[in-house]
């Protein structure tokens, strides 16, 4: 059996699981600490004394929800995030304003990862034709020339977690620093489980990232170094 088809499916979603779990136990342990603010304090605060007055903070259904979204301009928060006092709500609400702050000052690498949603959209309705029309396409384009679209189309996914990384290490960095300079979590036990919480939210895009890779190198051995044209007949 293939150590590619192995990790897939044994290895990526133990990792997971194991990521998943810790980054639960970290919120739980850090929404147990106390802050002076809510978590839509903290951001409209963030937002404000980054001079960024086109951005509002809203309350999304969930836990684990919150995001920025750029098409609108609103940082969504969850529920718990949204109205508690606690060190794991300052943490996300100012992670979600770091990715405003991104947007706002142009940050290029966001910029690059809004560019390629409406690509992953057509790659996420292309695969399935590629992969089970593979004849009639083949008849088009060949059938190597099909084992190569389909790569394309997994590698995507893997790129776009790539570009990923970056944007939400950046976002955890700036949330940090304006954390530290407006006097909310001072170097001590605050600032830490701060840092500790963003860490492990990072770790499940790292996973993702891993698996993504990992993916598309499995279909990228199968489709053309084994003779993917054979393969699509």
Known sequence: MSPFFLLIVLGLPALGQFVSTKMRKRFVQ???????LSGREIAELMLAQRGIEN?????TPGKLTDHYDPRNRTVNLSEPVYNEKTVAATAVAAHECGHAVQHATNYPLLTARSKMVPMLKVSNMAIPVLMFGG????????SYGTAALLVAGM?????????????EFDASKRALRWMSEAGLAPEGPQYEGAKKALFWAAMTYVVSALGAIVQAL???RMFLGRGGGRMLR
């Open 55 to 59: 951005v509002r903070v809203i309350s």
């Open 218 to 220: 499995y279909f990228a």
């Open 155 to 167: 590698g995507l996914p893997a790129l776009f977690s790539l570009v990923t990384l970056p944007v």
């Open 30 to 36: 850090y929404s147990q600490q106390p802050m002076p």
């Open 135 to 142: 004849a009639g396409v083949s008849a088009i384009v060949g």
